[in-house]
């Protein structure tokens, strides 16, 4: 996996946890969410997580 290897960008992790959640795999778009917060300590990552895990 890219992640793992460390070869991927915060904005690729962002676009996957958007790609996520319009296939509705809100479990995998949090999971993107999680991996991007840990990377940038975005605050608006933590507040989206929390509005998916609300939401679904």
């Known amino acids: ?4 290897s460390g070869r991927y960008t915060p904005a690729m992790l962002l676009k996957m946890a958007y ?4 296939l509705g ?3 995998q778009s949090i999971y993107y969410l999680q991996l991007y ?6 605050e608006q990552a ?3 997580i929390e ?3 609300t939401k679904h």
């Open 25 to 27: 795999r809100i479990s």
């Open 46 to 48: 933590l507040s989206k």
């Open 51 to 53: 509005e998916l895990a």
């Open 37 to 42: 917060y840990k990377a940038t300590n975005d």
């Open 1 to 4: 996996m890219l992640y793992e």
């Open 19 to 22: 790609i996520q959640e319009g």
